[in-house]
């Protein structure tokens, strides 16, 4: 072997070396949900449970996330998960919000296995710090804890003076985070150009409780939606096509069957059938 093709060798694996954590870096990722099925469910006191019944029900679900976590390979250590005030214009409910450190494909692989154990129509995933994200990300803080009231009182009064901002909200500390979110087209769902989202929160914010919230930053980030059409695919299966492994399949079923039993018992505790 020459010098040069010693040299070459060297330099092809390098290169290699320095690719391939380039290509499997971790990333961290939120990935929103809830525990209560969706409206479709027959479940006909939950769709008027107020928030304190629901947040119970929640509570009651979320020792299942470790352990979804756990089937996809996902250690306690990656994965922090809280019970966060969230909502649209039927009313606030309780969200789960876990915070994972992986790749982009576990965290959409984390989503479609929440979305189908919690038979979730949709599963969010949000990359905060991609700043190509295309979608408009704005918070407005509190100068105490954000309270289910103190944020469902303020979505309320924003969406009235601008029924665009009415798609709903997230709580992600003492920040209550509008999206504006966009089609696949990439048309925004609330029919508003980001200048006039923001314009609209900045009204809303001026015109509510004198000095209760503010405008404190905004930006763009990535957000994605993992999806199952019940009614298309009432089995899951485009949640379940995620995953290859039986071993996995096998487990995500277990505890959907746990889950659907939870959920069972607080019904019955709070008379939602």
Same mark, same amino acid.
């Given at each position: 072997?020459?010098? =040069?093709?010693?040299?070459?060798?060297?330099?092809?694996?390098?290169?290699?070396?320095?690719?391939?954590?380039?290509?499997?870096?971790?990333?961290?990722?939120?990935?929103?949900?809830?525990?209560?099925?969706?409206?479709? #469910?027959?479940?006909?006191?939950? %769709?008027?449970?107020?928030?304190?019944?629901?947040?119970?029900?929640?509570?009651?679900?979320?020792?299942?996330?470790?352990? &979804?976590? %756990?089937?996809?390979?996902?250690?306690?250590?990656?994965?922090?998960?809280?019970?966060?005030?969230?909502?649209?214009?039927?009313?606030?409910?309780?969200?789960?919000?876990?915070?994972?450190?992986?790749?982009?494909?576990?965290?959409?692989?984390?989503?479609?296995? /929440?979305?189908?154990? +919690?038979?979730?129509?949709?599963?969010?995933?949000?990359?905060?710090?991609?700043?190509?994200?295309?979608?408009?990300?704005?918070? #407005?803080?509190?100068?105490?804890?954000?309270?289910?009231?103190?944020?469902?009182?303020?979505?309320?009064?924003?969406?009235?003076?601008?029924?665009?901002?009415?798609?709903?909200?997230?709580? &992600?500390?003492?920040?209550?985070?509008?999206? =504006?979110?966009?089609?696949?087209?990439?048309?925004?769902?609330?029919?508003?150009? !980001?200048?006039?989202?923001?314009?609209?929160?900045?009204?809303?914010?001026?015109? +509510?409780?004198?000095?209760?919230?503010? &405008?404190?930053?905004?930006?763009? /980030?990535?957000?994605?939606?993992?999806? =199952?059409?019940? =009614?298309?695919?009432?089995?899951?299966?485009?949640?379940?096509?995620?995953?290859? !492994?039986?071993? /996995?399949?096998?487990?995500?079923?277990?505890?959907?069957?746990?889950?659907? %039993? &939870?959920?069972?018992?607080?019904?019955?505790?709070?008379?939602?059938?």
């Amino acid at each position: 072997m020459t010098r =040069n093709d010693l040299l070459r060798r060297l330099l092809v694996v390098v290169l290699v070396a320095v690719a391939l954590p380039a290509a499997a870096q971790d990333r961290d990722w939120l990935v929103s949900y809830e525990a209560m099925p969706p409206a479709s #469910v027959a479940l006909p006191g939950l %769709a008027h449970a107020p928030y304190n019944e629901r947040h119970a029900a929640t509570q009651a679900t979320a020792a299942l996330v470790l352990e &979804i976590a %756990a089937a996809l390979g996902l250690g306690g250590d990656r994965i922090r998960t809280e019970i966060t005030p969230g909502g649209d214009r039927l009313g606030a409910r309780p969200v789960l919000r876990s915070r994972i450190t992986g790749p982009s494909d576990l965290a959409d692989r984390f989503a479609a296995a /929440v979305g189908f154990v +919690f038979r979730q129509d949709g599963v969010f995933v949000f990359d905060l710090a991609d700043p190509e994200g295309g979608t408009l990300m704005v918070q #407005v803080t509190a100068p105490g804890a954000i309270t289910p009231e103190l944020a469902h009182g303020f979505f309320r009064h924003a969406a009235t003076m601008e029924p665009g901002l009415g798609g709903g909200y997230a709580v &992600i500390g003492r920040d209550i985070v509008f999206f =504006n979110l966009r089609s696949g087209t990439g048309q925004p769902l609330s029919r508003l150009s !980001d200048p006039e989202f923001l314009h609209a929160l900045e009204r809303a914010v001026a015109s +509510f409780r004198s000095g209760a919230l503010r &405008i404190t930053t905004w930006r763009h /980030v990535r957000v994605r939606s993992v999806e =199952n059409d019940w =009614n298309v695919a009432p089995d899951g299966r485009t949640y379940l096509a995620y995953f290859a !492994d039986t071993r /996995v399949l096998r487990a995500l079923r277990t505890l959907r069957e746990r889950h659907t %039993a &939870i959920v069972a018992e607080q019904a019955r505790r709070f008379g939602w059938r």
